[in-house]
């Protein structure tokens, strides 16, 4: 166990509890004056699209004297949609020093990388969403078709950065700059992964002539 862990949890004394949700009035709560985030209005205002279109399905983290220790931008959020209520999870058994891990550790464990490949393939499920109305930008992710009008094609180096041999990690495909008829290029490229289909007649496997491989 991690040194310092002991107070926070036991793993062999593991017990998970569902705490239950009360309502509070915002007018009530306590705004922790050590709140480890920053909240900046254009996430309020987004915070609020959230609200409006979910409800206010997260609820705050509070101590026995109403003092917020999770959920401080969606209050803020709350008070400036006119809520008068917030639901909270009142934590009573906590000690202050496991109050002030959790604060940092409620923000800290969303830091997550997306995962590239599934973000553009749900945006291109749902194209005509209006992220903006939410202060929110996916385009990075998106998947666009280049037009005549803006497809460039760029000089060919002197010297170009692919050479024979290298690899391409693409998502969950690989490209490789070799021949592919030298068998120990494939074998390079593969491993000891076993090949389930070979498309012969490449890109379209469109010849007629060519019966399947």
């Not at 036991?10 to 306590?30: D, G, H, N």
């Not at 209050?75 to 934590?91: N, T, W």
């Not at 490949?117 to 280049?146: A, C, G, K, W, Y």
Request: net charge negative; aromatic share 6%; glycine share 4%.
């Amino acid at each position: 166990m991690v040194k310092g862990s002991e107070e926070l949890l036991s793993v062999t004394e593991l017990k998970i509890e569902i705490p239950e949700t009360e309502l509070v009035a915002i007018e009530q709560l306590k705004q922790n004056p050590h709140n480890v985030k920053e909240h900046p209005q254009k996430q309020i205002d987004g915070l609020k699209q959230l609200i409006k279109l979910e409800g206010f399905i997260s609820p705050l983290i509070i101590d026995k004297h109403n003092m917020i220790w999770a959920g401080h931008g969606r209050i803020i959020a709350a008070r400036e949609l006119g809520m008068q209520k917030v639901p909270c999870v009142r934590l009573e058994h906590l000690t202050k020093k496991q109050f002030k891990a959790v604060m940092l550790m409620d923000n800290k464990i969303n830091e997550s990388a997306w995962n590239e490949q599934n973000v553009s393939f749900v945006l291109s499920e749902i194209p005509d969403f209006n992220f903006e109305e939410f202060h929110m930008d996916f385009d990075e992710f998106r998947i666009t078709e280049p037009t005549e009008e803006t497809e460039e094609i760029p000089e060919v180096p002197e010297i170009p950065k692919a050479k024979l041999g290298d690899i391409y990690q693409l998502g969950r495909h690989k490209l490789i700059c070799a021949d592919c008829t030298i068998p120990a290029n494939v074998t390079k490229l593969l491993g000891e992964t076993k090949i389930d289909q070979l498309v012969t007649d490449p890109p379209y496997f469109t010849n007629p002539d060519c019966p399947a491989k």
